[in-house]
């Protein structure tokens, strides 16, 4: 897994606008970047909204929109534009064949049960941390977090554990710019990222996010190691404050150890059966 550089954005919440410097040229990228503009917090957008979020001209985006809603990746919806069939019926394909996704999700789901805390499952794409499944129950509403959402790596603990199975070096040349700032708590600077991963390499791997991404959420990850590479991580998360009992992280961490031990030795069984069958 290698970490490349990406162009700065703007998150909000699990979601994020991108904001490329130049106006993208290829209809391949305006349709992505319109695509890109939905999330969690916004799942209808007018017009004006996609142009204001795109950077894209009306006309311009007024005109690809046609071509979207007659190839089902829009569809109209009242106040205006929303992700049409095709986008689920892809997304629904993707997720059914992910490999990692369908080894994992079961000791996910199985890890939040015994915790009563909310489980994500994560990789690395990037300087972001891309959210493969998530489990919770009726916690999970409480952790603004969803399905196929990015997150900068920096400040969860599951980016900061797969930052950690990096070589210095890769996460030094991938992270020389500014670094996002999602709460008091991030990390802001490079050469602060750099130590505090040095400490979680020193925990064998164990991170821990005390409210860096969103206010009021701490979470505990470990990464999940196939053939000696992190190619994924678990985390635990919830609520925090004055009103609720600090996690108790090296509980959860014993826990996790073991979560991500049986998934890399599901992922190893589910990887001889596939090549059995070739």
Not at 148 to 174: D, F, N, Q, W, Y
Not at 200 to 209: K, L, M, T
Not at 245 to 255: E, F, H, K, N, Q
Request: glycine share 10%.
């Amino acid at each position: 897994m290698t970490v490349e550089a990406v162009q700065d954005a703007e998150w909000a919440g699990a979601g994020r606008i991108p904001r490329p410097p130049q106006p993208p040229v290829s209809m391949v990228e305006r349709m992505t970047l319109i695509l890109d503009a939905f999330d969690a917090a916004t799942p209808t957008l007018t017009l004006l909204g996609l142009s204001e979020r795109t950077g894209l001209p009306r006309s311009t985006v007024h005109r690809i929109l046609d071509q979207m809603i007659r190839l089902r990746w829009l569809a109209h919806a009242p106040g205006g534009y929303r992700l049409g069939l095709r986008a689920l019926e892809l997304g629904g394909l993707a997720a059914g064949h992910n490999q990692i996704r369908d080894a994992v999700s079961p000791l996910l789901h199985d890890l939040s049960q015994r915790t009563g805390m909310v489980g994500h499952l994560g990789v690395l794409d990037g300087r972001e941390v891309l959210y493969l499944d998530k489990a919770g129950g009726r916690a999970a509403a409480a952790v603004p977090t969803r399905l196929g959402a990015r997150m900068p790596a920096h400040c969860t603990a599951l980016g900061k554990a797969l930052l950690a199975a990096l070589e210095p070096s890769i996460v030094e040349t991938s992270f020389r710019e500014r670094l996002p700032q999602l709460t008091a708590r991030t990390i802001g600077e490079t050469a602060e990222l750099q130590r505090e991963l040095a400490r979680i390499r020193g925990r064998q791997g164990i991170a821990v996010d005390t409210e860096e991404a969103v206010p009021g959420i701490s979470c505990v990850a470990v990464p999940i190691r196939g053939r000696g590479a992190a190619v994924a991580a678990l985390s635990i998360s919830a609520r925090v404050g004055a009103d609720r009992p600090a996690l108790d992280t090296a509980r959860l961490a014993r826990i996790l150890v073991e979560a991500a031990y049986e998934a890399g030795q599901a992922l190893a069984v589910r990887r001889q059966c596939e090549n059995l069958r070739e």
